[in-house]
């Protein structure tokens, strides 16, 4: 079984700034991955970035990064530089080979202008 | 590449009447779908998952003969919520893994709206 937390319900910062959204996780698997997806008004899901869990490298997608402590289960995206366009509901998940997706209840980020 | 696409984008029926939901990947063939279901400021609930050729796998807590799962093809799968009731109303997501898909990735849905009257 897998769990995945997220503890902010909500978060706003001002435009420009830096922000992070915290994650924990615990899972049994020996091999998966994490993943932070974003969900603006529209529903639609939108990859950010994807952790493999058994690369001790943390992963960075342009102004967005993860700092990921594996001994720690946690897995906290960092997002620079913030942009408008950069509000919306972002969710955590974890997922191991060919399983679907555990989901955290998400963080609604709002970047104030 | 890599778009998903799901169909009706929304739909509102009937209490009692069911109501097919269709999932293909448009550019590659996804040997998994998943099929989430998500209420209103809540998060995405996996409620199954579909192979091709071989029967869907129900998440526990989910009916498996209300929501069947149909994985005909490696670009389509459909969820038919049968006899539906208002508590059914949901947004539904489906998702796709490719047969090459690195890391888990999984390709989601635009969504359906289903609300039933």
């Known amino acids: 079984a897998q769990t995945v937390t997220q503890s902010q319900p909500e978060m706003s910062v001002q435009e420009a700034e830096t922000v992070t959204l915290s994650c924990t996780y615990d899972t049994s698997e020996s091999n998966y991955y994490l993943f932070w997806y974003k969900q603006p008004p529209s529903r639609q899901m939108i990859l950010v970035i994807r952790?493999?869990?058994?690369?001790?490298q943390n992963a960075t997608e342009n102004r967005f990064s993860v700092n990921f402590q594996k001994a720690a289960k946690s897995f906290s995206l960092k997002i620079s530089d913030s942009q408008l366009g950069d509000t919306a509901m972002y969710f955590c998940?974890?997922?191991?080979?060919?399983?679907?997706?555990?989901f955290g209840k998400g963080t609604h980020l709002i970047i104030q202008p | 590449g890599a778009v998903v696409s799901q169909h009706p984008s929304w739909v509102i029926c009937k209490s009692g009447t069911s109501v097919k939901i269709e999932c293909r990947s448009l550019?590659?063939?996804?040997?998994?779908m998943f099929w989430y279901r998500q209420f209103p400021k809540q998060s995405l609930m996996l409620m199954a998952t579909?192979?091709?050729?071989?029967?869907?796998?129900?998440e526990q807590g989910v009916e498996k003969d209300k929501f069947l799962i149909n994985h005909a093809s490696l670009t389509l799968s459909t969820l038919t919520v049968t006899s539906a009731h208002p508590e059914d109303s949901s947004f539904y997501i489906c998702?796709?893994?490719?047969?090459?898909?690195?890391?888990?990735?999984?390709?989601f849905g635009p969504g359906t709206r289903l609300t039933v009257l």
């Open positions: 998940a974890s997922g191991g080979g060919a399983d679907g997706l555990t």
């Open positions: 952790q493999e869990a058994y690369k001790q």
């Open positions: 579909s192979n091709e050729g071989s029967k869907a796998t129900y």
């Open positions: 998702s796709a893994r490719s047969f090459s898909g690195r890391g888990n990735e999984q390709f």
């Open positions: 550019d590659f063939q996804a040997t998994t």
